[in-house]
């Protein structure tokens, strides 16, 4: 039987890259969206929120294989002035799902992302899964109460949940609040003569595993399929890149100098120096492992976005 998905979050970042990539590779493919939108034969307008909802949600996809449950408040900046909201969508709406999926598509497999930010302050590298959880924000403490939940839900039901904690990933078509795509976007301005050749970034010292987004939804699709049920698996690179040789990089490829200018707004009151995360177990399980190189993520990121301020 040809495998049949179902996508919260389809029309984010990730969930278009994910969902264009199962297609390809001969998934059936269904996604849940954010209201207000129409309801079509492959997409179902829902508020997570809203637990009606989300039994509808579950009933219209109930012959799914399985469920990629990507939906969430994911801009921590706007975790951190409403994280009221943060909660209610990444911890109740995982919540409402996961029963929703458990009733009507017993059979499926759901993989919740979680997300590197519930280690926090790292107490040392490369982090493993058996690092403790300990977030140091609101976007992490709903993403670290969501996956625990995911894992009590395994362990009392036997409910087929598997865990991933992507580290950062970035690429084509990422919105331009997020560091590395804001970076591209502003030298594609200054080429063009609309933005005065002036970077404006946050803490250079930080360093950050980043992955290509082709790379991360490659790891779901492989974790369907040969991951444990109610395992976790870091989905990372195992390198770390700091700020500074990123803007290096950068400003090479440029095709005008450009200068730095340190904007406070960039720079967060609770930051993280360095943050590396081990692979090992994915690889082992499934024999997933990057394919990218990172030069190629920011080569991506600033060709699209060169053609994207162009017009074309």
């Avoid at 990730?14 to 492959?42: I, M």
């Avoid at 921590?76 to 969508?89: E, F, G, R, Y």
């Amino acid at each position: 039987m040809k495998n049949a998905a179902l996508i919260t979050g389809v029309n984010g970042f990730v969930g278009q890259v994910l969902s264009r990539y199962l297609r390809e590779r001969g998934w059936n493919v269904l996604g849940a969206v954010q209201p207000p939108a129409a309801k079509t034969a492959s997409s179902f307008p829902c508020d997570l929120t809203n637990r009606a909802e989300v039994e509808e949600l579950a009933q219209w996809a109930k012959d799914v294989t399985h469920v990629f449950h990507l939906a969430a408040v994911t801009y921590i900046p706007q975790s951190q002035s409403d994280p009221a909201l943060a909660m209610n969508v990444n911890l109740n709406g995982t919540i409402h799902l996961l029963h929703a999926v458990r009733a009507c598509a017993p059979d499926a497999r759901f993989l919740y992302v979680s997300s590197a930010a519930v280690y926090g302050v790292p107490k040392s590298l490369p982090i493993t899964e058996e690092h403790p959880l300990n977030p140091n924000e609101p976007y992490g403490i709903s993403k670290a109460a969501a996956d625990a939940f995911c894992d009590y839900l395994h362990r009392n039901s036997g409910m087929d949940v598997i865990r991933v904690r992507p580290f950062n990933h970035s690429g084509p078509g990422q919105a331009d609040h997020f560091v590395l795509s804001s970076l591209a976007r502003q030298i594609a301005l200054i080429e063009r003569g609309a933005q005065e050749p002036v970077l404006h970034v946050g803490n250079l010292d930080v360093a950050r595993d980043f992955l290509h987004v082709d790379d991360v939804v490659r790891a779901y699709e492989s974790l369907m399929e040969k991951g444990e049920a109610g395992q976790v698996y870091n989905v990372c690179s195992g390198v770390s890149h700091s700020l500074r040789s990123i803007l290096d990089t950068l400003r090479e490829h440029a095709a005008v100098p450009i200068r730095l200018e340190t904007d406070p707004e960039r720079v967060r009151r609770v930051d993280i120096p360095n943050v590396c995360g081990s692979r090992a177990r994915i690889t082992r399980h499934t024999e997933w492992e990057p394919r990218i190189p990172f030069a190629q993520l920011l080569e991506d990121l600033l060709n699209y976005w060169r053609t994207r301020e162009a017009g074309v």
